[in-house]
């Protein structure tokens, strides 16, 4: 076991969807249970079959059977039985603890992150009483360190999942319902996400990216978001708005111009995301023209079609959005 343990412990490192480690009060609890329970699992399977091959063994070298003698088979039975009770029972109350424990953050949480599974991006809308804090963004969201964070799923089509591994195990978003979990992330660094129930062709490519930050990291971050998207500094740049306005508009928005569309991710502040389409591919210069020019051929089947655009239209398109930081 100990070398079991040893062998997957690289192979934990390299996964970033493990659930076999975990980063914080939601997580924690469920993780200690998962190994336990792994743990008993293999100990049953290595007494029984130990206590099997005993058997067959000293049947062969008695030349009769064990479970027929007098009286000495039901020993057996009891032994088997109230050993089984205990751990059964030792395991539902332990699971039953470590699910009051996780139903609800340990302090009322001061951020509430709405989030809306969509085919096959996650729309996340940060929310405040004070309405200058509100704000939407997509698939990559940042949170402080060390306090718990709720989050609100919905779904605008199908039944998506919320799950990030290290911080909190699946929520269903389920259309026209509202579900509840909370996360809270003990070390800053990046968790990821993904989609967890198979909600079609892009299931696969509807990832989450989760920054946990110090508390004043998180805030220039969200003066950033909150801030309207900037205004082009260039002549390219600038026509690039308007080749956008005309010929993307419709489906995103970019807060601060006229492009208010709602179908597609909100892109006002997309140069400070890491990744394009739900962690499909990374936001580089190539990838970002690459995406618009053809989303069809990363993602087949998602809802952004191939919008025809020239080939300066698209460099002016692509140099607009990379000013959006
Ligand atoms: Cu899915």
Redo the contacts with the bound molecule.
């Keep these: 076991m100990v070398a079991l343990c040893a062998m997957s412990a690289p192979g934990i490192a390299a996964t970033p969807l493990s659930y076999l480690r975990s980063h914080g009060a939601h997580a924690d609890p469920v993780k200690t249970l998962t190994w336990a329970l792994l743990v008993l699992s293999i100990v049953v399977v290595l007494v029984i079959t130990g206590l099997v091959v005993w058997g067959i063994a000293r049947s062969t070298a008695d030349q009769g059977d064990v479970i027929s003698r007098e009286g000495n088979g039901l020993r057996f039975v009891t032994a088997g039985l109230t050993l089984t009770v205990i751990a059964l029972l030792g395991s539902v109350v332990w699971t039953m603890v470590v699910l009051a424990r996780v139903g609800s953050p340990p302090a009322e949480p001061k951020l509430t992150l709405d989030i809306n599974?969509r085919q096959?991006w996650w729309r996340v809308r940060y929310e405040s009483d004070e309405p200058g804090r509100v704000f939407v963004t997509a698939n990559e969201l940042h949170i402080p360190v060390g306090e718990p964070v709720r989050i609100k799923l919905s779904s605008l089509d199908v039944i998506?999942?919320f799950w990030v591994p290290a911080l909190a195990g699946k929520t269903d978003t389920v259309p026209g319902q509202v579900n509840t979990t909370w996360i809270e992330a003990d070390a800053p660094g990046v968790y990821f996400g993904q989609?967890?129930?198979?909600?079609?062709a892009q299931?696969?490519h509807?990832g989450l990216r989760i920054v946990a930050e110090p508390r004043d990291k998180f805030e220039a971050w969200l003066r950033e978001q909150i801030a309207p998207a900037a205004q082009p500094n260039d002549a390219v740049a600038a026509a690039g708005q308007e080749t956008f306005a005309r010929r993307c508009a419709a489906c995103h928005a970019v807060r601060g111009t006229k492009a208010g569309g709602i179908l597609g991710p909100d892109l006002s502040h997309l140069a400070s995301r890491a990744t394009l389409a739900a962690g499909t591919i990374p936001n580089t210069a190539g990838h970002l023209s690459a995406w618009i020019a053809d989303p069809q051929h990363f993602k087949p089947g998602t809802r952004m079609p191939a919008v025809p655009l020239t080939g300066s239209e698209l460099e002016q398109v692509r140099a607009y959005l990379a000013t959006l930081n």
Excluded: K, T
Aim: hydrophobic letters at 40%; a negative charge; glycine letters at 16%.
């Design positions: 599974g096959w998506h999942s989609c967890a129930e198979f909600c079609g299931h696969a509807m």
